[in-house]
């Protein structure tokens, strides 16, 4: 990117509406990655652990080096699953200002989405069936998954940094006060959120439909699920992600 192009973006970066409408287009990465994984049964074998790490832990540490190098890290919207040791980006970072506080921009809340999404959403959203062999395929589906839903998540970042600069006046006294429960209703929209839940439930009909057969009532993801996904889970994690990183914003 020239400087220029740099500055369209951080601008992009600290604007309400424009990060909101990220979070609708990452909603189609989300559920597609989602359809991908459900083209594989659960295939448990790429999640036992002995004493070595799992081969899906494996695969994800690997690829994340590999991604670290390439520079992925550098960005402030992306977090690694396995942060330690990652080797260092071969290009220079960008040249544009830092748009989150720096100590903001250390929460990484990944080992609690990695867990959920191992122990509840995989069994949710896996083909029923045998194990079918397709261990690759599968960590590389799974490997989608994780990382949008992260990004979708630590995004929450970016939305608190808006708020906070578009209202230091609210957000302020709550900071200080340590008043965690005051600063998730002063960052809440529930009507956003209602639009949100709804709109998930749309596109998974309408991106997992049988075209051939539209009134069968198959999707590959249960809509309602995908809802559900959003409304307990995808949502308060970036909320949370929003109360911690603007319980850091004046550090
Ligand atoms: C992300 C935002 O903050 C909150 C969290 C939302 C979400 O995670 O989708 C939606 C609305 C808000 O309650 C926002 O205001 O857009």
Same mark, same amino acid.
């Given at each position: 990117m020239g400087e220029m192009e740099q500055g369209a973006y951080v601008d992009s970066l600290l604007n309400l509406e424009s990060l909101r409408k990220s979070l609708v287009r990452q909603e189609d990465t989300i559920i597609f990655s989602l359809i991908e994984r459900s =083209?594989?049964?659960? *295939?448990?074998r790429l999640y036992h652990e002995s004493n070595a790490a799992s081969p899906l832990h494996f695969f994800i540490n690997e690829s994340e080096a590999v991604q670290a190098k390439a520079?992925?890290?550098?960005?402030?919207e992306e977090n690694a699953f396995?942060?330690?040791s990652l080797p260092h980006p071969m290009l220079p970072p960008p =040249?544009? =200002?830092?748009?989150?506080h720096p100590s903001g921009a250390?929460? *990484?809340?990944n080992e609690k989405i990695f867990n959920h999404y191992l122990k509840t959403l995989i069994p949710l959203v896996a083909a029923k069936?045998?194990?079918? &062999?397709n261990y690759a395929t599968t960590a590389a589906s799974d490997l989608a998954c994780l990382q949008a839903l992260s990004r979708r998540i630590h995004f929450g970042k970016f939305v608190a940094e808006v708020k906070f600069r578009d209202s230091p006046q609210d957000y302020t006294p709550a900071i200080l006060a340590k008043d965690r429960e005051g600063l998730m209703a002063l960052l809440t929209f529930e009507s956003v959120e209602e639009a949100i839940k709804k709109r998930v439930e749309k596109k998974a009909m309408v991106f997992g439909q049988d075209v051939e057969n539209q009134?069968? &009532? *198959?999707? =590959?993801?249960k809509p309602s699920l995908v809802s559900q996904l959003y409304g307990e889970w995808v949502i308060p994690l970036t909320k949370f992600v929003q109360v911690e990183y603007l319980l850091r914003r004046l550090d």
């Amino acid at each position: 990117m020239g400087e220029m192009e740099q500055g369209a973006y951080v601008d992009s970066l600290l604007n309400l509406e424009s990060l909101r409408k990220s979070l609708v287009r990452q909603e189609d990465t989300i559920i597609f990655s989602l359809i991908e994984r459900s =083209k594989y049964p659960i *295939n448990s074998r790429l999640y036992h652990e002995s004493n070595a790490a799992s081969p899906l832990h494996f695969f994800i540490n690997e690829s994340e080096a590999v991604q670290a190098k390439a520079g992925r890290y550098v960005s402030p919207e992306e977090n690694a699953f396995f942060p330690d040791s990652l080797p260092h980006p071969m290009l220079p970072p960008p =040249k544009h =200002k830092p748009v989150l506080h720096p100590s903001g921009a250390s929460i *990484n809340i990944n080992e609690k989405i990695f867990n959920h999404y191992l122990k509840t959403l995989i069994p949710l959203v896996a083909a029923k069936g045998a194990d079918d &062999g397709n261990y690759a395929t599968t960590a590389a589906s799974d490997l989608a998954c994780l990382q949008a839903l992260s990004r979708r998540i630590h995004f929450g970042k970016f939305v608190a940094e808006v708020k906070f600069r578009d209202s230091p006046q609210d957000y302020t006294p709550a900071i200080l006060a340590k008043d965690r429960e005051g600063l998730m209703a002063l960052l809440t929209f529930e009507s956003v959120e209602e639009a949100i839940k709804k709109r998930v439930e749309k596109k998974a009909m309408v991106f997992g439909q049988d075209v051939e057969n539209q009134e069968s &009532g *198959n999707f =590959k993801v249960k809509p309602s699920l995908v809802s559900q996904l959003y409304g307990e889970w995808v949502i308060p994690l970036t909320k949370f992600v929003q109360v911690e990183y603007l319980l850091r914003r004046l550090d």
